[in-house]
């Protein structure tokens, strides 16, 4: 385990991202060998893989969702169910 005074904080993973201070993130999509994420702060495609990505907001409580998204626990409103599979 890394020490927890050199672990990444939240606020410099969001730095990594291009993104400015107290942005909040809320979901990251692949495209390619690209990664857009969406934030408070609109939309940003980066190079990156999305495994990377996913690795850098582990700690923002979240879920990959699809082999090319993964969504924030703070962004989901609400879950349909649609069809017979629960």
Known sequence: PVPAATQPTATTQIA??????????YALKS???????FSSHGEKLILMRISDAI???????????????????????R?????RTP
Do not use: N, T
């Open 55 to 77: 690795k850098e907001v582990s700690d923002l409580g979240g879920a990959r969702v699809h082999r090319s998204y993964w969504v924030a626990k703070q962004a989901v409103e």
């Open 79 to 83: 879950a349909d169910v649609q069809g």
């Open 16 to 25: 990594r991202f291009g993104l400015p201070p107290g942005a909040e993130i």
């Open 31 to 37: 495209e390619d060998h690209y990664v857009r994420v």
